[in-house]
């Protein structure tokens, strides 16, 4: 009798410990890397269609900022770019689909949010992008500051954030505007390249996208003025530290290669160069990529691959692209802007 | 024979040429100096080297002219997060400097007297040549401390955003006129080089 109850109090431990255990596999995915390493790729979650960030073209080849940082990943672990699997989500089911390990990061132009990480339990490692909402009007009025938008009517789409940003504004610097508001984006689009507003806001890489659809796209301009916070960033699982930790890494080291000089061009003279930064970096001192689970040259690898931050950036949606946005908030911090990666040490 | 050869060795010097520039910008010019030429004020520039208000974020003071010559760009910062900029053309490879400078002289189609070491390299400049619409150095100029060297305007705007010119900053006519007038003599100047390796 005696062994028989204590027989099943020890079955029932085993039972509730499984059970427990099984929880946590489910809602805490702790294997990410050594998963995307035995199935050979990385699984990223992007946008169907957004110029300059992630879009295929008729040969489902992807191109764009948010494709290029996947890659950077795939380089990293792999020492081969290719190995990043593009898998488009929709806005409303992206979170989910992470969650749910259809993909081991999104790379998909969303923006970090305390509600997002905690709601969901996501990580946003580090922000990619700082994007934010911007002006555009006509260059012919001449204005160069949001701050002169004064009684200006403002196209904008009904029921955003940016419509409420758009209030805050302007009642925060006392201004006066009239808002036209439109249910969707390409009517408010229409209504201002119409002329029925005097200005149309949005995200700014949004206007930049959009511009290129005017009927004169020459004769528009984006003020440089950003009036809120949209930092975009890539997501991972929460509580999945060391593939946080190499999504993190990877773009650090983009942004730190930047700073340092050392683009995709000139990797095999930053692999002989003998000052210290470079050197931790690119992997001829330190132990920096075995820490992470990598190997020594991991930095060298994202970079000869896919290039430094500016060089993605300017291919993407900079200089080089055809959106032309200028680097702004995405300067480097030592160059006007804020982006500004930890030093590897 | 001689056509043959000759074509030959253009085909090799611009590859040479070709091979050299290290970056997505124009080829350099070793002819980019042309004195006599008049400018073309109608030339359009691209967009990037347009003048235009940008965001930027710098310690530097409000008045501060900024050279980035990596980007080939000159900000003027105008505090509250925000500077005006404008493309130039720069120092080719060997030409390059940094620095912190002041403007010590401002002068409206000033005349050109190459140094001696320009004169040297370029022995068919000429020696001194009179402020005018066909002067190299453009519609005006801003000093920099005890150097060589000047920011100044141009009569050859199809160079700005190229490495082309012995140390000095150029900028279209329009716009090295437009900065003129609002940067006194004392301004502080900072030029920033790319890292090296």
Known sequence: ?345 | MTKLRHSVWMLLAATTLALSTSQGFAQPRPDADEPGLVADDSYALDPEWQKQVVYYRTNEAPGTIIVVTAERHLYLVQGNGRAIRYGIGVGREGFTWQGLVNITRKAEWPDWTPPPEMIARQPYLPRFMAGGPGNPLGARAMYLGTTVYRIHGTNRPDTIGTAVSSGCFRLVNNDVADLYSRVPVGTRVVIRQKPEL
């Open chain 1, 1 to 345: 009798m005696r062994t028989f109850r204590g027989g099943l109090l020890i079955g029932l431990a085993v039972a509730v410990l499984v059970g427990a255990a099984a929880i946590t596999y489910e809602r805490y995915d702790t294997k990410t890397l050594k998963r995307t390493i035995r199935r050979g790729e990385v699984l990223c979650g992007v946008n169907k269609g957004l110029p300059g960030f992630s879009i295929p073209d008729d040969k489902g080849n992807w191109s764009g900022f948010d494709v290029d940082f996947c890659r950077a990943v795939a380089a990293a672990i792999f020492d081969d770019p290719t190995k990043a699997k593009f898998i488009p989500l929709d806005a409303s089911e992206r979170f989910k689909e992470l969650q749910a390990r259809k993909v081991d990061i999104l790379s998909r132009n969303s923006t970090w949010s305390m509600s997002r990480e905690t709601n969901y339990d996501l990580y946003f490692p580090a922000v990619a992008y700082y994007d934010g909402e911007g002006f555009m009007l006509p260059k012919s009025r001449n204005i160069d500051s949001a701050l002169d938008l004064n009684g200006s009517k403002v196209c904008v789409q009904a029921d955003t954030t940016t419509a409420l940003n758009l209030a805050d504004y302007f009642r925060a610097n006392n201004m006066k505007y009239t808002e036209m508001k439109f249910p969707k984006l390409d009517e408010v689009v229409k209504a201002y390249d119409t002329g029925q507003c005097d200005t149309i806001t949005a995200d700014a890489s949004q206007l930049y996208a959009l511009r290129l659809n005017m009927s004169k796209p020459g004769d528009h301009t984006i003020l440089p003025d950003i009036i809120s916070k949209e930092p975009l960033a890539p997501v991972v699982r929460l509580r999945d530290d060391d593939w946080m930790m190499i999504v993190k890494w990877t773009l650090y080291a983009m942004i730190n290669a930047e700073e340092l000089g050392i683009t995709s061009k000139n990797i095999d003279e930053a692999l002989k160069s003998k000052k210290p930064e470079v050197m931790r970096l690119v992997g001829t001192e330190g132990a920096y990529g075995e820490d992470l689970g990598l190997t020594k040259d991991w930095a060298a690898r994202i970079i000869r691959r896919v290039g430094n931050y500016g060089e993605v950036y300017d291919r993407n949606v900079g200089a080089e692209s055809k959106l032309k946005i200028p680097r702004g908030l995405n300067q480097l911090w030592s160059a006007g802007g804020i982006q500004y990666a930890p030093p590897i040490r």
